[in-house]
């Protein structure tokens, strides 16, 4: 048995032997995508992973491409499986998602080669997301149901981060015809799973724009302008003031101007003691 077939059937058996509900190991550096965990676990940069797993830069990215992993096992092990995997096939994708978490196995400027088209669009411009579990049913079936609700916040994510219309997701189909994603295409959910991750952007809309109305302090409502009417009153109002004062001068008693006389006359007298 050759290496790579020998690491081949290890990696199933042990899909095999943990089942649908294997333990995933908790790693650090972890970051949220609409609300789904993405833990870094960027693939080994050695030098057969970066011959056949690591593609050339983007140019840009222009679509997300949704597939099924086609096997039980989690992120984790697809991860591990890939990283590890010598048969001398091309094959890779950006991010592995399951009921817990998504792991991001290759940086977001490189291409994977995960459409089968070569260096067409599917593999030359755009993100390949692997939704895990699609073969988990029965009493194991919610494991792929949260896989698929995840895979769906990763994608519309990115479709938001990249400025995407939803005519750019993808399914693995398109590009080479392919039966990908296998669990979404049997049951005939393409349309609705398209309709979800639109639903999924827009909700997503709402809040932040709930989230910046609540952080913007309001201002003060400017005061309206004065009209020709109201300027004319307060300049009639300034006039007023000093007339009036001017006519109270003029209205003093006889008495009081008689009195001021008679200090203008005799300063003395005036100033002198009453007796």
């Known amino acids: 048995m050759s290496k790579s077939r020998f ?3 290890g990696a199933v058996l042990a899909a095999l032997l943990t089942g649908c509900r294997s333990v995933q190991q908790h790693q650090p550096e972890v970051t949220y995508r609409y609300g ?13 992973n970066l011959a056949h797993k690591y593609g050339p830069k983007f140019e840009k990215v222009d679509y997300i491409t949704i597939h099924n992993t086609w096997n039980y096992a989690p992120a984790l092990f697809e991860r591990t499986y890939l ?7 091309s094959i890779s994708f950006h991010f ?3 009921e817990k978490e998504a792991l991001q196995v290759l940086p977001l400027d490189t291409r994977a080669w995960h459409a089968g088209d070569g260096n067409g669009p599917g593999n030359g411009r755009s993100i390949g997301i692997e939704i895990c579990r699609s073969r988990c049913i029965g009493d194991d079936e919610p494991l792929y149901r949260q896989a698929e609700e995840n895979g769906a916040h990763l994608a519309a994510s990115l479709l938001d981060q990249y400025q995407l219309p939803m005519s750019c997701l993808r399914k693995h189909q398109d590009w080479t015809g392919k039966y990908c994603p296998h669990r979404i295409l049997s049951e005939h959910r393409w349309e609705s799973f398209k309709a979800h991750v639109k639903q999924i952007r827009n909700e997503h809309r709402i809040d932040a724009a709930k989230s910046v109305a609540a952080t913007t302090p309001v201002k003060p409502a400017a005061k309206p302008a004065a009209t020709p009417e109201v300027k004319k009153a307060k300049e009639a109002k300034k006039e007023v003031k000093p007339a009036a004062a001017k ?6 008693t006889p008495k009081v101007k008689k009195t001021k006389e008679a200090k203008n006359a005799n300063p003395k007298a005036a100033a002198s003691p009453a007796k």
């Open 7 to 9: 690491l081949f059937v």
């Open 36 to 48: 789904v965990p993405v833990r870094q676990a960027i693939l080994d940069p050695n030098e057969y």
């Open 83 to 89: 990283n590890n995997r010598r048969d001398g096939a």
């Open 96 to 98: 592995a998602v399951d």
């Open 247 to 252: 006519a109270v001068k003029e209205t003093a």
